[in-house]
């Protein structure tokens, strides 16, 4: 929250809103436009079937802000307006490429830089400070932290619209948007919400590599491969694994394909000050330690997950490399001190070179290790 700042008499005068909205282009955003503090229209609605049918899968806090996720005054009672901002980050590359590369690490193009997060709430604060210095009133910044439903909020105020991927798409950067929100006390005029232009394309469902999407606008994130490599915890289920292929973090594949995207400037990813880019071979990722992962991953959206998680999907991904020359490097995970490594190496040793297993079948103490020796190896 930013500090109080005297009111001034103009709060309501358009001219703020474009003051505001040229100092946001200044700040390096590509679109600011804003929405009423009210729950956008069928919103909240849509977000308690999709709770009610557990397509949240492990994302329970989900759930338990619901109420407050739902309505941007049930999250901060003296919300009046919503300024929504969005920063370009089309790649400069085909962010699909590495996905057709299987002795390589695929990296959702969102985590190949410095995290997002960081870089735009620090924007976002100074753009708060400024409404603050210059029209008074009170401010809070949220960047995808809170209970705060960016992307209908961003459709509200006609950023975008919300494509059949659940995603936003822009006419002028596709589905390339990264989102933030500043919510203030101020009553700012409002922008017109955005029309749908998907039509009858469906090419984002369609090219989902485990078919998470129900229909348009229903993902099922259970199924969904940036879910399962980020959010999700435990072991991955086996029907899945395959159509994960070697996206180790992170998917765009319905994003990358969206038609929408001929419009985006490439190289907005280079505002977060990325670095040349190279896609990291499996095996070199596979020998990580808990202190290499955290060196590489310094800044990065990946340090999230933590190491274990990460190796997991790495073995995932050599799984389905079909490059036996990964096999000691699975092999060495065997032994991983981490029971969630030790049942994605045993997966990986099935699919690469089942003979390893059948040598000797140790006994683990975690259960779920034990699930992978015995679906890797039958009881006959």
Not at 25 to 47: H, K, N, Q, T, Y
Not at 136 to 154: I, N, R, W
Not at 274 to 297: K, M, Q
Not at 307 to 328: K, Q
Request: proline share 7%; charged share 25%.
């Amino acid at each position: 929250m930013m500090a109080p700042g005297p009111r001034s008499n103009f709060a309501r005068d358009e001219s703020l809103a474009a003051r505001l909205k040229a100092k946001a282009l200044e700040l390096g955003f590509d679109i600011c436009r804003i929405a009423p503090a009210i729950a956008p229209s069928g919103a909240g609605e849509g977000l308690a079937r999709w709770l009610e049918l557990g397509h949240h899968g492990d994302m329970a806090w989900m759930d338990t802000t619901r109420d407050r996720r739902s309505d941007p005054r049930a999250l901060w009672g003296e919300a009046r307006a919503c300024v929504m901002v969005a920063m370009n980050y089309g790649p400069r590359h085909d962010p699909l490429e590495a996905t057709r590369r299987p002795d390589v690490a695929a990296i959702s193009v969102y985590a190949r830089r410095r995290d997002y997060h960081d870089v735009i709430k620090g924007r976002l604060k100074q753009l708060g400070g400024w409404l603050v210095a210059n029209a008074g009133g009170d401010v809070k910044v949220f960047v995808d932290t809170a209970p705060v439903m960016e992307k209908p909020l961003a459709a509200q105020a006609g950023v975008g619209w919300q494509g059949k991927h659940t995603n936003l798409v822009s006419r002028d950067f596709g589905s390339w948007l990264f989102l933030g929100a500043l919510f203030t006390d101020l009553e700012l005029p409002p922008d017109a919400p955005e029309q749908d232009h998907c039509g009858s394309c469906r090419a984002c469902l369609d090219a989902c590599p485990t078919q998470a999407f129900l229909g348009p606008h229903r993902l099922d994130a259970r199924r969904c491969v940036s879910y399962l490599t980020i959010e999700h915890a435990g072991p991955i289920p086996f029907d899945l694994r395959e159509g994960i292929g070697n996206r180790v973090y992170g998917c765009d594949d319905c994003l990358a394909v969206c038609p929408w995207n001929k419009f985006a400037r490439e190289g907005g990813e280079a505002k977060l000050t990325a670095p040349d880019w190279r896609d990291p071979p499996l095996g070199e990722l596979v020998e990580l330690d808990d202190a290499a992962f955290r060196a590489r991953f310094a800044g990065s959206p990946i340090k999230r997950v933590g190491r274990d998680r990460f190796l997991r999907n790495v073995l995932i991904a050599i799984g389905n490399s079909g490059d036996a020359g990964l096999t000691p490097a699975a092999r060495r995970r065997l032994a991983d001190a981490s029971a969630l490594v030790r049942g994605a190496a045993i997966w990986a040793l099935g699919r690469l070179a089942p003979h390893v297993l059948a040598d000797n079948r140790p006994t683990d103490p975690d259960p779920n290790v034990r699930e992978e020796w015995r679906h890797a190896l039958p009881e006959k």
